[in-house]
């Protein structure tokens, strides 16, 4: 039995989580573990009721579940940054989620907007750390609101966490990956500080796993890369914001927001699985939104507990339904409402 933590969230969070919850349910029921599952309501409606965004005692209740699974935040009526920050980024600061992992995975039968390529040629995983880099919150304004305002925002890359990071990139590809490629995403050629740094302890660490093959690419020519030959990347380890930027690339290539998912992870601890988009807003409570990636969310989140079998089944059930049933992955184009669509992966599955 595994305690799980569910954040509705924002916008279409709800019908996300609610679609997926019924495809972990059937897992539960083919697989014979169990999922107890406890509500949080947070997000910008509680926000605007109560003024309260994450209290400290969530936050210590969050440390006893197993996983926290995660709709979506962000909400039209809030100032843009007050949820990000107080509680997506509060939550992977506050229980040191240091690992966004983001695979990139092209389904057959999912149009990708890349000419001549398939899922052959899409299937790689973005290792991103998670807090630290342009995301710590480190600098300031100085003469705000004059003519002479200075506006520093400054990366900030710990030795420890940097390693830690590498680390895990190298032990996933390890364990996870046939074609055992880590290409470090980076900028050297400007950034001589922060990448150096990056540099130095991956070709440090590097020796310790000889069966890698590693790479190192500028983030610009990756993201290059990414459109014109992604079948040359295997695993991609970089820094918050490169990796922020260039997994909204990578979904794009995998056929959208709708099925894009990433687990925010902590190995060993509790860790949070979630879809990679926004809360849609505009959608909301129409019944139209894609839930795959929140369905592969909850996937991720099983083969991080330990339920592997029940993740690539989970899986299966989505490429099939993909190539299968679904006419788009676009909201409102799928052919089929939010519910029925996991419907169908839980009766594949
Ligand atoms: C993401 C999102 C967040 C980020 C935002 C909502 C703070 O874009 O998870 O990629 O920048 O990390
Ligand atoms: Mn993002």
Redesign the pocket.
């Not at 092209?106 to 790689?124: N, R, W």
């Given at each position: 039995m595994y305690k799980i933590a569910v954040i509705p969230g924002d916008g279409t969070g709800a019908e996300q989580v609610e679609a997926g919850l019924k495809v972990l349910q059937a897992a539960q029921d083919k697989f014979g573990f169990k999922l107890e599952t406890e509500s949080y309501d947070l997000g910008g409606d509680r926000y605007k009721r109560t003024k309260e965004i994450l209290p400290d005692s969530v936050i210590e209740e969050l440390k006893t579940f197993d996983a926290i699974y995660l709709g979506a935040?962000?909400h039209p009526d809030v100032k843009p940054g007050i949820l990000?920050k107080g509680l997506?980024?509060r939550l992977r600061f506050e229980l040191d989620l240091y690992i966004n992992l983001r695979p990139v995975k092209l389904y057959p039968g999912v149009f990708t907007p890349i000419k001549d390529k398939g899922p052959e040629d899409i299937d790689f995983v973005v290792v991103r750390e998670n807090t630290e880099g342009l995301?710590a919150g480190a600098g300031g304004f100085l003469r705000k609101g004059t003519k002479h305002e200075i506006a520093v925002q400054e990366s900030i890359n710990t030795r420890f966490g940097v390693e830690r990071c590498l680390k895990y990139a190298f032990d996933y590809c390890r364990a996870k990956r046939k074609r055992k490629k880590l290409t470090l995403c980076g900028k050297t050629n400007v950034l001589t500080y922060a990448f150096d740094l990056w540099d130095r302890v991956f070709n440090e660490i590097g020796p310790a796993y000889p069966e890698i093959e590693r790479d190192y690419a500028h983030v610009d020519a990756i993201s290059m890369w990414m459109v014109k030959n992604p079948e040359w990347f295997d695993v991609i380890v970089t820094d918050n914001m490169f990796g922020?930027i260039i997994?909204d690339l990578g979904a794009m290539i995998q056929g959208g927001m709708g099925i894009a998912a990433?687990g925010n992870l902590h190995p060993s601890r509790v860790s949070m699985f979630e879809p990679?988009g926004?809360s849609a807003p505009k959608y909301t409570g129409q019944g139209i939104i894609n839930p795959m990636a929140s369905i592969c969310a909850g996937a991720m989140m099983l083969d991080y507990l330990g339920q592997d079998q029940a993740a690539a089944h989970i899986e299966e059930a989505v490429a099939h339904v993909c190539s299968n049933d679904l006419k788009s992955l676009n909201a409102g184009e799928m052919g089929y409402s939010t519910l029925e669509v996991s419907e169908l992966v839980a009766k594949r599955l």
């Amino acid at each position: 039995m595994y305690k799980i933590a569910v954040i509705p969230g924002d916008g279409t969070g709800a019908e996300q989580v609610e679609a997926g919850l019924k495809v972990l349910q059937a897992a539960q029921d083919k697989f014979g573990f169990k999922l107890e599952t406890e509500s949080y309501d947070l997000g910008g409606d509680r926000y605007k009721r109560t003024k309260e965004i994450l209290p400290d005692s969530v936050i210590e209740e969050l440390k006893t579940f197993d996983a926290i699974y995660l709709g979506a935040i962000g909400h039209p009526d809030v100032k843009p940054g007050i949820l990000e920050k107080g509680l997506l980024l509060r939550l992977r600061f506050e229980l040191d989620l240091y690992i966004n992992l983001r695979p990139v995975k092209l389904y057959p039968g999912v149009f990708t907007p890349i000419k001549d390529k398939g899922p052959e040629d899409i299937d790689f995983v973005v290792v991103r750390e998670n807090t630290e880099g342009l995301y710590a919150g480190a600098g300031g304004f100085l003469r705000k609101g004059t003519k002479h305002e200075i506006a520093v925002q400054e990366s900030i890359n710990t030795r420890f966490g940097v390693e830690r990071c590498l680390k895990y990139a190298f032990d996933y590809c390890r364990a996870k990956r046939k074609r055992k490629k880590l290409t470090l995403c980076g900028k050297t050629n400007v950034l001589t500080y922060a990448f150096d740094l990056w540099d130095r302890v991956f070709n440090e660490i590097g020796p310790a796993y000889p069966e890698i093959e590693r790479d190192y690419a500028h983030v610009d020519a990756i993201s290059m890369w990414m459109v014109k030959n992604p079948e040359w990347f295997d695993v991609i380890v970089t820094d918050n914001m490169f990796g922020d930027i260039i997994t909204d690339l990578g979904a794009m290539i995998q056929g959208g927001m709708g099925i894009a998912a990433g687990g925010n992870l902590h190995p060993s601890r509790v860790s949070m699985f979630e879809p990679i988009g926004g809360s849609a807003p505009k959608y909301t409570g129409q019944g139209i939104i894609n839930p795959m990636a929140s369905i592969c969310a909850g996937a991720m989140m099983l083969d991080y507990l330990g339920q592997d079998q029940a993740a690539a089944h989970i899986e299966e059930a989505v490429a099939h339904v993909c190539s299968n049933d679904l006419k788009s992955l676009n909201a409102g184009e799928m052919g089929y409402s939010t519910l029925e669509v996991s419907e169908l992966v839980a009766k594949r599955l």
